[in-house]
């Protein structure tokens, strides 16, 4: 059965912390790993990660994938009150290009 | 650019009511669509999704189903109505020239009692 696991479930910082969010998977016909946030309403697309080993970033929001080892991780360094949301991983399959997602981090940012 | 409108944003229905909820994509061609559903405490589950016209893959059998008449509306129904049909429901398009990402809809939130 496919599986995309998140840890931790919730983190609360102080503002200006840097966080780690992690993403571990096991999933058949792998294509791709995304990243989104999620405030009170639908996901915006972060990054997508097909190789292993390249650095995705965007601003203090950084993201890489080991196919080896099967996980990804989300950093984000200067933590800001405005980052408090939801973050997914989700695992793209073959077929149809199904996402597969995790139940998702909940990240605090305290000021 | 790619838009994705969803509506109703919310709607309350009663248990054995049916549903109708309607997804439409601006800015691009034969996308890939996908229904999404997230429950709460649950991460965000796959119900349908479509390569094409009249095409429907099913992820999770229940009491759902979709149609796509045309090449961008996309629409998930019921006729009858469970407690547990009651999650935030989201549309999913991938983006044009080829692009995998799937870009989200702003959702509908149903609640049903």
């Known amino acids: 059965e496919d599986k995309v696991v998140q840890s931790p479930l919730s983190l609360v910082v102080h503002e200006g912390d840097t966080v780690t969010l992690n993403c571990s998977y096991e999933v058949t016909n792998f294509r791709s790993l995304l990243w989104y946030k999620q405030e009170k309403k639908a996901p915006t697309f972060l990054f997508m990660l097909?190789?292993?080993?390249i650095e995705k970033k965007s601003g203090r929001l950084s993201s890489i994938l080991d196919k080896k080892e099967l996980f990804s991780i989300l950093n984000i360094t200067a933590t800001q009150t405005g980052d408090s949301a939801v973050y997914l991983c989700?695992?793209?399959?073959?077929?149809?290009?199904?996402?597969?997602f995790g139940k998702g981090t909940s990240l605090l940012v305290t000021p | 650019s790619q838009t994705i409108h969803q509506w109703p944003a919310t709607l309350v229905q009663p248990v054995g009511s049916p549903l109708s909820l309607e997804c439409t994509v601006e800015?691009?061609?034969?996308?890939?669509l996908y229904w999404y559903r997230q429950a709460a405490g649950r991460g965000l589950q796959l119900l349908f999704y479509?390569?094409?016209?009249?095409?429907i893959s099913s992820e999770v059998p229940q009491n759902l189903s979709a149609s796509r008449p045309q090449d961008r509306q996309f629409i998930l129904s019921s006729k009858k109505l469970l407690l547990s049909d009651s999650g935030f429901y989201l549309c999913?398009?991938?983006?044009?020239?080829?692009?995998?990402?799937?870009?989200f809809g702003p959702g509908t939130r149903l609640t049903v009692l």
């Open positions: 999913a398009s991938t983006r044009l020239a080829g692009g995998l990402e799937q870009f």
């Open positions: 989700a695992v793209e399959k073959g077929s149809g290009y199904a996402l597969n």
């Open positions: 097909t190789s292993s080993g």
């Open positions: 479509s390569v094409g016209i009249g095409q």
């Open positions: 800015g691009t061609s034969n996308p890939n």
